[in-house]
């Protein structure tokens, strides 16, 4: 049961903070950011969110320093914005699965032409 809620929570902290991310942070180190994931521990209490940000190594790194900068910001918003007893803490990770997704199609479409040849 608590599998099916936390996944429930995920999901609208993933909508909730598109939004936040997106309309109300003001650091000008905080890049274009996409919220990819979020997963929600059993107990409610730590909240991994994944991110895909927009641009070249250093900007990421810089991105990922203003969020973590501006992480009690964010989780007062959440809390204000879903009912929790207990907002959960927000740790900040890049979601590495798009850019591996990336290099598999690359190797893939290399054999393709090099069967073809």
Do not use: C, H, W
């Not at 609208?12 to 990819?36: A, C, N, S, W, Y």
């Not at 320093?65 to 501006?70: P, V, Y």
């Amino acid at each position: 049961m608590s599998k099916i809620r936390s996944n429930r929570i995920g999901e609208q902290m993933k909508k909730e903070l598109g939004d936040i991310i997106g309309r109300k942070l003001k650091d000008p180190r905080i890049g274009f950011v996409t919220v990819t994931g979020v997963e929600v521990t059993g107990d409610l209490q730590q909240a991994t969110v994944y991110i895909s940000v927009f641009g070249d190594d250093a900007q990421k790194e810089q991105t990922l320093r203003g969020l973590a900068k501006a992480s009690g910001f964010i989780r007062t918003e959440i809390g204000k914005r879903i009912r929790l007893r207990k907002t959960p803490e927000i740790s900040f990770k890049f979601d590495e699965s798009i850019e591996y997704g990336s290099r598999i199609e690359t190797l893939l479409t290399d054999i393709k032409g090099s069967d073809e040849e």
